[in-house]
């Protein structure tokens, strides 16, 4: 039988959804409304209620409403302003609350397991929080156990996602959402599974293991159950710390996060799909921990070949192969139109890489990182008659603009041509396949393409 805490925490929980719910169902519709109709007067205020609604949740509808803002052109610029704002960092758990549990995932016996566990959170998100222990023998230790009922919290969520798709897509038919849907229900799910993850730090584990500038958690298995992680505590600062540090350490920083995100997409066609501010932090070197790994993607070896065509394609002015790459992705029916607009989003994501010279990640005017050019494609899309973009499409939009916002914050200045061609210089997918295959299966993941 749960402790009263236990039922208490539980149920506020439950009636926050149902209020945020309702909140959001409401400002779905309104929002239809203002582009239906046109109207525009309170979409200010409409997404200040929108983030106040899911940011006073700090649930997984967060999450969801974080990766939407990354959508081109899924929700107005000043709704995107909002909830670019949102931060992971919910009210931690009581004591109580967390000593049932830890009982509930490790036993009754579970401090037996640690020589010091400390009460207080160090960190709380979305799903779950973080707190420091000792295990046996003196090793710092990073328990991170993740909140009650987030599995029937993640559903609903879902739910609610769908509606607003659905409403969304009745009155803009620019790009086709449901796959979006599907990729990020799928990976929201994979995210509640912290064997899973557990499985994905230890990928990373031996696939950076070659990486100076990175460091990787290690996980104690036994001290982690399907909804507790325990791993090794990596000491770091956050990365807002060295924004205003010397531009050689800035620089230095934004090397080492362009080689631990990017290195692995193209050595094993894995990526990390969550830049957020709160999954790495920076040590007193100037190299990165990254610390979290439930947003991982997988892609076929095809789908990196293609990135690496398409890159080809705009530094040659080669169309045919352009289109070869789109349509290795899923992308059918191209016209000289749609393959124009397509192409613009693609010149923005790869312009760092074509010049061979050190440059700020952005040279031109904006606010948040390629929102001009996602809204300025979206227009002309919806104009052509729309598209569906590939599934995959949704962690690597979200990585590529997330780090461009974190490269933005450092100020950085180096030469992305260069770090990129060391990365892709006789690139051959198979010889990815092949180490995807074995690296996977070291790992206990299942191979998913």
């Known amino acids: 039988m749960s402790p009263p805490d236990e039922k208490n925490k539980l149920t506020g929980r439950v009636r926050r959804y149902a209020r945020v719910g309702t909140a959001v169902g409401g400002l779905a519709a309104r929002f239809a409304g203002e582009r239906y109709l046109g109207r525009t007067a309170d979409s200010d205020k409409n997404a200040e209620d929108l983030k106040r609604a899911l940011g006073g949740l700090k649930g997984p509808l967060m999450k969801v409403a974080q990766i939407m803002s990354t959508v081109p052109d899924m929700l107005p610029a000043n709704y995107v302003d909002q909830l670019a704002e949102l931060q992971s960092n919910a009210p931690p758990m009581g004591w109580l609350f967390v000593r049932h549990r830890m009982a509930a995932e490790l036993g009754p016996d579970w401090r037996s397991k640690f020589e010091e566990f400390e009460r207080d959170a160090a960190a709380a998100a979305s799903l779950g929080q973080v707190h420091r222990a000792v295990g046996d023998g003196g090793r710092d230790l990073a328990c991170k156990l993740q909140y009650p009922d987030m599995a029937s919290a993640v559903e609903a969520d879902l739910r609610q996602l769908k509606l607003i798709f659905a409403i969304y897509h009745r009155y803009d038919r620019a790009v086709d959402p449901s796959d979006i849907h599907a990729e990020i229900s799928a990976r929201l799910r994979e995210e509640l599974d912290y064997e899973l993850e557990a499985a994905h730090m230890a990928l990373y584990g031996k696939i950076l293991a070659g990486e100076q500038g990175v460091h990787i ?62 999954n790495y932090s920076v040590r007193d070197d100037d ?95 919806r104009r052509l008659g729309g598209v569906t973009p590939p599934r995959e499409f949704v962690l690597m939009d979200r990585a590529a603009i997330g780090l461009g916002s974190v490269f933005l914050h450092l100020k950085a200045e180096i030469n992305w041509y260069r770090m990129f061609h060391e990365l892709i210089e006789g690139f051959d997918s198979a010889a990815l396949a092949r180490r995807q295959k074995k690296a996977l299966k070291e790992a206990g993941i299942p191979d998913p393409v």
Do not use: C
Not at 229 to 249: I, S
Not at 326 to 350: K, P, R
């Open 217 to 278: 958690p290690e996980p104690i298995p036994a001290l982690s159950t399907r909804r507790l992680l325990t791993m090794t505590w990596l000491d770091g600062r956050p990365l807002m710390e060295v924004t205003d540090g010397p531009v050689e350490q800035r620089n230095r920083v934004a090397h080492n996060m362009f080689r631990t995100w990017y290195a692995p997409f193209y050595d094993y066609g894995v990526i990390h799909g969550d830049p957020h501010l709160g």
């Open 287 to 381: 190299t990165i921990n990254l610390l979290d790994f439930g947003s991982i993607r997988v892609f076929k070896p095809s789908f990196v070949q293609g990135v690496i065509d398409l890159y080809h394609s705009l530094e040659r002015g080669d169309r045919a192969l352009a289109v070869h790459a789109y349509e290795t992705w899923g992308f059918e029916n191209l016209s000289n139109e749609i393959l124009d607009t397509l192409n613009i989003w693609a010149e923005f994501v790869y312009a760092p890489l074509l010049e061979d010279r050190a440059r700020a990640i952005q040279e031109t005017d904006g606010g948040m990182y390629g929102a001009r050019v996602a809204g300025k494609v979206h227009r002309e899309l």
